[in-house]
């Protein structure tokens, strides 16, 4: 399936050619689940399926999360921080988010400091 951002979208974003960071967070306990990057088809790929759709640096090619481990996010909203240049987007997650088997990506704590 391909996709397109509308004009407005477009319009919206700080640089439409360079990768954009998308913060995926769960819509129901409010975790931040990962990190990850979309171009301008996998975010209008996002917002016409509902299914979560990044763009992988290390493979140069879109991946919609779970398409294999079947550990999916169904979209609920997407929002445009205010420089136009990174995205958080609230999903149900089913199963892991993290490529590891853990429920974050955030795992790995490195201090408390409160």
């Given amino acids: 399936m391909r996709a ?3 004009p407005e979208i477009l319009a919206l974003l700080k640089d439409p050619t360079t990768l954009i960071p998308a913060i995926a967070q769960d819509v129901n306990t409010r975790e931040v689940l990962m990190l990850a990057y979309m171009n301008t088809e996998a975010l209008a790929l996002t917002l016409a399926t509902g ?3 990044y763009f992988s640096r290390s493979r140069n090619e879109i991946w919609v999360k779970g398409e294999t481990s079947g550990h999916t996010q169904m979209v ?3 929002a445009l921080d205010c420089d136009g240049d990174a995205l958080l987007i609230t999903v149900d997650q089913v199963g892991a ?3 590891t088997g853990d429920q974050t990506c955030f795992h790995q704590s490195l201090g408390d400091f409160s």
């Fill in 51 to 53: 299914k979560a759709t």
């Fill in 76 to 78: 609920h909203s997407v």
């Fill in 97 to 99: 988010a993290c490529h």
């Fill in 4 to 6: 397109e951002l509308s």
